[in-house]
């Protein structure tokens, strides 16, 4: 039997409803014992000074920002509901979607909601699969899940280990999803330095799969410089256990950025955080930690840089990329102090751990990506808030830029970018610190529109589902999608 052949752990759920009062599971797999989390996986903690606690309980009982775990909002955003974690402990992570489902990344494997009537989801089903960050996307009947973790072997019974054994293994897992109550591990392809994140470019007979990854320290023999491409998987739908890696294009073969010493407080780049594909105009956007690059993907099984940006003077981490809906524009984010630090104050300042906003402007191999302003929430979080630019999509409203997206604890903001060199927040969710006196890691790490709602993946607090009400959106409500991965660009119009 291969190790991706042993059944996941997986457990089967009436509802939402019945499992806050103590719902009895029916385990449905037999196997071997269920794989023990990640001890690293719990959400950072960290005790801030004597001084930057009573600034937060000031600025709390000042009503300067919401008291803890207090929710405020927009009056044009309605919180709809929210389904607290379950079975799976670790940090929550991103989201896909397909049908009347959704699909929600975490560091213990992946939960499936049925979110048909929104204001009511259900859980479907939950795997238990270990494997940081467990990035997740689907495509017909297939569901990919990402590993960036050290881990004892690649089935879903692993436990991590240090990635100087030989045994050790980082990579992509493919599921089938054709059973929505019963997923079935299907295929593991492991790949250099793992899979941090991952991006599809759907085809008719064949998915081919992006693999980013970098080096986040000395510790990962695979990840050193020059790691300098991305892996590309082809994963045959008709025969998904014959997937495997088919090429690692250099997309950096001048280094890209050579971070500090020579450029102080920005990463060197050793690989790419991730990439957004735009398949119907053939291009995609790469945040590729001190980088920012544009690709073609005519033939997606060899993409190709056509530019290559960077700003050594507001941008640390390049993280994620962005298309409008037109693919005239590219948002790409910073994430300053890795997602675990405070930077939505005024020590920070607007510009870092911010969104930078890029106007695409000429044509084939001459397209350049031109810089045209700077967005970051206009409102102040705490210091013991982890804040800083994250996951986020677009809001599919005509004739409009608008992205819905995560800021940690600092919410989901909705954002207008219309005017290249004026965005403006138009809307809110957030909820309080989770503590005044410790920086604990939390808040939205995804925040995406799909189908006339927003879906917020929070790290501790669980599945959210908001609605925005503005005429500025208004015209969103009559776009479906039967599919959405956010790092795969549909064509909306």
């Known amino acids: 039997m291969k190790p991706w052949e042993r059944p996941p752990q997986r457990r089967r759920y009436l509802g939402a409803a019945a499992a806050a009062f103590g719902l009895v599971a029916t385990l449905l797999a037999a196997g071997p014992a269920a794989a023990t989390p990640d001890p690293g996986d719990a959400p950072h903690k960290e005790r801030v000074t004597k001084s930057q606690q009573s600034e937060a309980r000031a600025a709390i009982e000042n009503g300067d920002i919401p008291g803890v775990d207090q929710i405020v909002h927009s009056d044009n955003v309605s919180h709809l509901t929210n389904i607290p974690k379950q079975d799976l402990k670790g940090v929550n992570s991103d989201l896909a979607f397909q049908g009347r489902y959704a699909f929600a990344g975490n560091y213990d494997g992946f939960v499936i909601y049925d979110i048909g009537r929104p204001k009511s989801p259900k859980i479907v089903s939950q795997v238990l699969c270990p494997g940081s960050q467990n990035d997740v996307s689907v495509s017909g009947d297939l569901l990919f899940l990402s590993t960036d973790s050290s881990r004892s072997d690649n089935s879903c019974n692993s436990t991590t280990q240090p990635a100087t054994e030989k045994s050790s293994w980082e990579g992509m897992k493919v599921f089938d999803i054709s059973d929505k109550r019963n997923p079935k591990y299907v295929a593991a392809v492991e790949t250099s330095c793992g899979s941090h994140t991952h991006t599809l470019v759907p085809e008719r007979k064949d998915v081919y799969i992006y693999v980013s990854s970098y080096s986040p320290s000395a510790t990962f023999p695979d990840c050193q410089p020059p790691h300098d491409g991305i892996s590309v998987i082809k994963v045959p739908r008709s025969a998904p256990e014959k997937a495997a890696v088919i090429d690692f ?236 991965n956010t790092q795969t660009q549909p064509d909306y119009r």
């Open 249 to 484: 294009p250099v997309l950096f073969p001048d280094g890209g950025n050579p971070g500090g010493p020579t450029n102080p407080g920005v990463s060197q780049t050793t690989g790419c955080h991730d990439l957004t594909t735009f398949p119907k105009l053939k291009l995609a956007a790469g945040a590729c930690m001190g980088d920012g690059i544009l690709l073609d993907i005519a033939d997606p099984a060899k993409p190709r840089v056509i530019d290559q940006v960077e700003d050594n003077v507001n941008f640390a981490f390049w993280h994620s990329a962005t298309f409008n809906e037109r693919g005239t524009k590219v948002v790409f984010t910073d994430e300053l102090g890795g997602g675990g630090a405070a930077t939505c104050n005024a020590e920070v300042g607007p510009d870092r751990g911010a969104d930078g906003i890029y106007d695409i402007v000429g044509k084939g191999d001459k397209r350049k990506l031109v810089f045209r302003s700077y967005f970051k929430i206009p409102r102040h979080q705490a210091d013991t808030e982890n804040c800083v630019a994250h996951n986020g999509s677009l809001i599919p409203a005509k004739g409009r830029d608008i992205m819905v997206q995560a800021w940690y604890q600092g919410g989901v903001s909705i954002w207008d970018f219309t005017d290249s060199d004026k965005p403006k927040e138009i809307g809110y969710f957030e909820r309080g610190p989770l503590s005044s006196d410790t920086l604990i890691t939390g808040g939205s790490w995804s925040a995406y529109y799909y189908n006339g709602y927003i879906y917020s993946n929070d790290i501790n607090k669980g599945f959210d589902v908001l609605k925005i009400h503005d005429r500025r959106t208004d015209s969103a409500e009559s776009v479906r999608l039967s599919e959405l």
